[in-house]
């Protein structure tokens, strides 16, 4: 990361800073913060911020799990995170050093706590819905413009699958997304934990796989913008993002969001500390920085994600704030589940059940 | 001692680089999945000494290799990595044999020139290149964008996400390494041989057929395996490629590692993937050593 210092005093800080060679390491979602913000932490604090990114949990569990990332700040999903937590990955925060601890959301916190117990290890990024994306104008066409295109049914009828398949589907990668939304299709609990119960997804999903182009958990952004695909089953932000770039690049391309009115799920993106950072000083404070009201705006409007931060709504854009896709209504809210992670057993059933969904074997 | 040396040096070389890490694999594999860091137990702990020692082997065993055996799963990933790698080296031989012949048949002051455009790729990151193949074969991409424009197809043709994308990426990649060698093999070839068969009545065909193509099965040998060796186990190019269907090992390993964390099975499939590797391998050795006895 390279800094643009105007003051000659603030360079004189950060020769100082950099004589102690300070680096803090973030590793973070792709698309995932406005990049200016990682600058004004590097001048606001003279620290060097090194930023990578990952697209999958699974990524990052692998690293924490082996231990010696080398990383100060990692931002794992909630049922991701209850598990790390209890392998011991993550150090235990030390609230003493986030002087904006108070700006957090007491509402986001009481949901977070089902993972993070008393929210003693971690604080709320980012959270959001998995729902469905469309290009409003190929789905018209193929399946008329009454399409259920806020259902579940859009994605899991092979009867619409079918002759979606002609315009292109993508689906997350990740079974702990696309199960708990199959289970909620057919009328059961999401966050079922009975081995039969769960077996019975994969008959709607084998239904529905010759249509699904590709499952993959960072393409569709693209895909979705350039009009590869028409249809993606992925992470409320993303499709936004996705919304966005189409229209910015004027290709006639237009997306919308929609939550699954059958119920979507919601899930949390954790900032948390590993147990063995190399600099848990810095880290805390990169945490405190974007606990900060203004900051933690900026990255919502940037990518378009709710946050946990209740003080800083008053700085978000309209754009934001006042769309119930990001923020949803009470209606939604109430029509939104959780997910809590599988034992090693059964996620070796639900991970060889996703292999044989996707690869048929 | 400098013959001792000598010697030591390419053995160390491959305890380092080989023996090493394959034996930290195998003990990986022999182990059991555990919620910890690192996922997996037993843990040597040095300090208890030759009874620590004993404990720690007596907890190791060969359950997740029973495991790989009880699905089919793992050894449909295997014969189709097999398959796949076969089709491809075949088609990069293909491909890779005219490229090499006509390089080698080409002015000898343009070589050096030819050379270099053949290796010139491995300039940029072989990431970006198999990037770009997604920008020429998606359905808004420029193949289809082109064979659209023309005329001769009116629908986007889907080869992007399909096993062909996966032979295009595997050919493209590692084309530059079957070249290589039939190029070295070919440009060794002494031309007077063909100027006695054509004098002897030969046909150029037949010439090629009779003098050519035998004195270059060397190069062609070396550039099999040099191709098929690494796509057997390819990753990058099938996951980018790819689509949800193309099974291969080299994903299979992916999920057991990252999706269920299980390092043991993991660790499992790679020993059984290096066991499946090493045949091919001895007979490269072997078709090495001939070749290099050949030339005395």
């Known amino acids: 990361m390279t800094l643009k210092l105007a003051t000659t005093t603030a360079a004189l800080a950060l020769v100082a800073a950099q004589a102690m060679a300070e680096e803090v390491r973030v590793y973070n979602w792709s698309d995932y913060i406005d990049e200016e913000l990682l600058t004004k932490f590097e001048s606001e604090t003279g620290i060097d911020l090194i930023y990578d990114v990952f697209d999958s949990n699974e990524v990052l569990e692998t690293k924490m799990l082996a231990g010696g990332s080398g990383y100060d700040v990692v931002v794992p999903t909630g049922s991701f995170l209850q598990r790390q937590i209890a ?20 509402a986001i916190k009481e949901r977070t706590a089902q993972y993070d117990p008393g929210n003693e290890y971690s604080i709320n990024y980012m959270w959001g819905t998995t729902g469905i994306g469309v290009n409003t104008g190929k789905v018209a066409e193929v399946l008329g413009a009454d399409a259920p295109i806020d259902s579940l049914a859009l994605i899991f009828d092979p009867a619409n699958m079918e002759k979606l398949a002609s315009c292109g589907v993508y689906m997350l990668d990740a079974p702990t997304e696309v199960i708990p939304a199959v289970l909620k299709y057919q009328g059961q609990d999401p966050d079922s934990k009975d081995a039969d119960v769960i077996a019975g997804t994969e008959e709607v999903l084998m239904a529905i796989r010759p249509y699904v182009q590709k499952f993959d958990s960072s393409e569709y952004i693209n895909a979705l913008a350039n009009g590869d695909i028409c249809v993606a089953f992925g992470w409320s932000g993303d499709i936004l993002q996705s919304r966005d770039r189409a229209a910015e690049a004027e290709n006639g391309v237009e997306i919308a969001y929609n939550a699954p009115k059958e119920g979507a799920l919601m899930w949390f993106d954790q900032m948390a500390i590993p147990v063995d950072a190399p600099n848990p000083d810095g880290a805390h404070k990169f945490l405190n920085f974007i606990m900060d009201a203004q900051n933690m705006a900026a990255a919502s409007n940037y990518v378009y994600y709710a946050n946990g931060n209740k003080a800083s709504q008053e700085f978000l854009v309209e754009d934001v704030i006042g769309d119930t896709a990001i923020y949803p209504d009470e209606a939604t809210v109430a029509n939104l589940y959780t997910f809590s992670p599988y034992d090693p057993k059964l996620q070796r059933t639900v991970t060889r059940m996703w292999t044989k969904v996707k690869s048929g074997n | 001692m400098r013959r001792f040396t000598l010697i030591a040096l390419p053995y160390l070389w491959l305890l380092g680089l080989f023996l090493v890490p394959f034996l930290i694999v195998l003990k990986i594999s022999l182990s059991d999945l555990n919620l910890s860091i690192p996922p997996y137990m037993p843990q040597l702990d040095i300090s208890a000494g030759w009874s620590g020692l004993m404990e720690f082997f007596s907890e190791l065993d060969f ?37 090499a012949y006509g390089m080698a048949r080409a002015p000898s002051e343009w070589r050096p020139t030819l050379m270099m455009l053949v290796i010139l790729p491995f300039w940029s990151s072989f990431l970006i290149r198999v990037y770009s193949w997604m920008g020429i074969l998606s359905n808004e991409g420029f193949l289809n964008q082109f064979l659209l424009w023309t005329g001769i197809i009116s629908e986007p043709l889907q080869i992007m996400n399909t ?38 009545g030969c046909s150029r065909l037949k010439a090629f057929w009779l003098i050519t193509f035998p004195l270059s099965r060397a ?3 070396a550039g099999c395996f040099l191709v098929f060796i690494p796509s057997i ?64």
């Not at chain 2, 996951?239 to 291969?248: E, I």
């Not at chain 2, 043991?264 to 790679?270: G, I, Q, T």
């Open chain 2, 63 to 99: 359950e997740n290799f029973v495991w790989l055996t009880e699905d089919d799963l793992y050894w449909k990933a295997y014969l189709s990595s097999l398959k796949i790698a076969v089709v491809a080296t075949f088609l990069t031989l293909l491909v890779g044999y005219p490229v």
């Open chain 2, 219 to 221: 190069g062609m040998i």
């Open chain 2, 163 to 200: 096993t062909t994308a996966v032979y295009i990426g595997i050919v493209y990649t590692y084309l530059p390494f079957m070249i290589l060698p039939i190029y070295s093999a070919l440009e060794k070839m002494d031309d007077s041989l063909l100027e006695a068969a054509e004098d002897l």
């Open chain 1, 87 to 106: 392998a011991g990955a993550f150090q235990k925060l030390d609230q003493s050093k986030l002087s904006n601890a108070g700006n957090m959301w007491d």
């Open chain 2, 233 to 296: 186990g390819e990753f990058v190019i099938p996951s980018l490629l790819g689509g949800s269907d193309t099974l291969m090992i080299g994903k299979v390993l992916w999920e057991e590692f990252f999706n269920n964390r299980d390092w043991p099975v993991a660790s499992a499939v790679a020993v059984v993937l290096l066991m499946i590797l090493v045949i091919p391998i001895i007979l490269f050795q072997r078709n090495e050593q001939k070749q290099r006895e050949a030339e005395g």
